[in-house]
T-cell receptor
């Protein structure tokens, strides 16, 4: 079946604008994760969902970041009032259940001018 | 707290050479999971292997092999007879039952295989 998909693949926005990043996990995967990868850096965990629930939001960098998941499937990561330091590749991953290996999408490259 | 250290930032080898990528981890948990991911220039992370802490058997998959040593908290990855297509950034990651919702990643090793 299809892997994890993310849209858009690239997003260029102006400072102060809001952006929405979308993730479609592998069908049947109950767990979904968001990570951020800045240029030349490792992966920074942002948030995870078990079903539609996100029990721990402490990984989100600021209150400008929010995420939701509906129907146990698609997830949206929203960044409000974007700043230049938000520029990064945002990666989504899913796993069949928690503790299993995570399969990653191609990422969304966000550039804030 | 968990930590993964990949001390080799960049490695460059000539095709057909063997290369080992080092990974050292830290965790207080007695049960944990170790992973290796490959990130080719296209950017998409590709899952390579998962190893549970209670299974210390080494594993071989084609040209890839992994050496798990609990005594030294290491989970090293060896590519035998490297090929140009192996050029990528390789990440080692650690998950524990309490935090397996997320993975703690190392900073990655950029492997370049020259023809």
């Amino acid at each position: 079946g299809a892997g994890v998909s993310q849209s858009p693949s690239n997003k260029v926005t102006e400072k102060g604008k809001d952006v929405e990043l979308r993730c479609d996990p592998i069908s049947g995967h109950t767990a979904l994760y968001w990570y951020r990868q800045s240029l030349g850096q490792g992966l920074e965990f942002l948030i995870y969902f078990q079903g539609n629930s996100a029990p721990d939001k402490s990984g989100l960098p600021s209150d400008r970041f929010s995420a939701e998941r509906t129907g146990g499937s698609v997830s949206t990561l929203t960044i409000q009032r974007t700043q230049q330091e938000d520029s990064a590749v945002y990666l989504c991953a899913s796993s069949l259940v928690l503790y299993n290996e995570q399969f990653f999408g191609p990422g969304t490259r966000l550039t804030v001018l | 707290a968990q930590k993964v250290t990949q001390a080799q930032t960049e490695i460059s080898v000539v095709e057909k050479e063997d290369v080992t990528l080092d990974c050292v981890y830290e965790t207080r948990d007695t049960t944990y999971y170790l992973f290796w991911y490959k990130q080719p220039p296209s950017g998409e992370l590709v899952f390579l292997i998962r190893r549970n802490s209670f299974d210390e058997q080494n594993e071989i998959s084609g040209r890839y092999s992994w050496n798990f040593q609990k005594s030294t908290s290491s989970f090293n990855f060896t590519i035998t007879a490297s090929q140009v297509v192996d050029s990528a950034v390789y990440f080692c990651a650690l998950g524990t039952p309490g935090s397996a919702r997320q993975l703690t990643f190392g900073s990655g090793t950029q492997l370049t295989v020259l023809p």
